[in-house]
C-alpha cells in the first residue's frame, strides 16, 4: 500500500517559480498497479552535508529498474532535502526551480518529519510516459550538483489504472397521484361518493319492483 502523507504546514517557494507544490492528502491505487520503488534502497534519499555528497549514486541505482505508468517513487529522505518532479530537462540540468515556467515542475511535500518516518516517506506516483527528473533543490541546488539527481525513463506497461466507475443512480418508483375523491368515515365505515353512488344504483336496479294499487 502507499503511504498517504498529510498536509504541510509551511512551504517556502521562490517568488517567480512557475512549480506545483503538490501537497500529498491521500493516495490510492487499484490492484495492479501498487508497485513501489524505494528511491536509493535502504539508504533512502539522504545527502551527507558533513562529506557533501548523496547517500547513493540515484543514477546507477536507477539504471537497473524498469519504470511503468501507475507506479510510485517513494523517497524516504533528509528534512532539509526536497523532491523536486520536472519534465523539463533544462531546469534538471541547472538543478533550480526558478527558471521553469513551462508549468512542468511539482514540488513534493508532506507536513512533518515524524509523519513523513511512520508513512515510509514522500510518494510519488508516475503519471507521464517518457523522461521524468528528479532531484533535490535544497541549499541553492548544491545537493542537486553533488549527487541528488536522477532521471528515468517511465514506460507504458499497462497504463494508468482506470478509476472505479460511480456507483449507479438510485432508482426512482414513480407512485400514483392520490385519489381526489372525497372519502368519509363513520365509524368502522369507509365511504366516498363514487363509491356510495355505485351500491345505491346496484341496489335500484336489483330491487323488486313493488305494484301500487
Known amino acids: 500500500m502507499v503511504p498517504s502523507p498529510a498536509v504541510p504546514k509551511s512551504m517556502f517557494l521562490p517568488p517567480f517559480a512557475a512549480v506545483f507544490l503538490l501537497v ?70 541547472l538543478c533550480s526551480i526558478d527558471q521553469d515556467y513551462g508549468n512542468l515542475t511539482s514540488q513534493f511535500v508532506v507536513e512533518d518529519v515524524e509523519e513523513e518516518r511512520a508513512s515510509g516517506g514522500v510518494p510519488v506516483e ?34 494508468l489504472p482506470v478509476p472505479s466507475p460511480p456507483p449507479p443512480p438510485p432508482l426512482l418508483l414513480l407512485l400514483p397521484p392520490p385519489s381526489t375523491t ?20 346496484l341496489i335500484w336496479v336489483h330491487a323488486p319492483v313493488v305494484m301500487i294499487p
Not at 550538483?145 to 517511465?154: A, D, K, L, P, T
Not at 372525497?182 to 344504483?201: A, D, E, I, N, T
Request: glycine share 12%.
Open 24 to 93: 500529498i492528502s491521500q493516495i490510492s491505487t487499484t490492484a495492479g498497479f501498487s508497485v513501489n520503488h524505494s528511491v536509493g534502497g535502504d539508504l533512502g534519499w539522504h545527502f551527507n552535508k558533513t562529506t557533501n555528497t548523496s547517500a547513493v549514486n540515484y543514477t546507477f541505482w536507477s539504471s537497473s529498474i524498469s519504470f511503468y505508468l501507475g507506479e510510485f517513487l517513494i523517497f524516504n529522505k533528509d528534512p532539509d532535502s526536497t523532491v523536486i518532479q520536472t519534465y523539463n530537462a533544462t531546469t534538471y540540468r
Open 182 to 201: 372525497p372519502v368519509y368515515r363513520s365509524g368502522g365505515m369507509r365511504w366516498s361518493f363514487g363509491g356510495s353512488f355505485m351500491l345505491l344504483l
Open 126 to 159: 508516475l503519471t507521464k510516459q517518457g523522461s521524468n527528473y528528479f532531484f533535490s533543490s535544497s541549499e541553492n541546488g548544491l545537493q542537486c550538483r553533488n549527487g541528488m539527481q536522477f532521471n528515468i525513463n517511465v514506460m507504458h506497461g499497462n497504463g
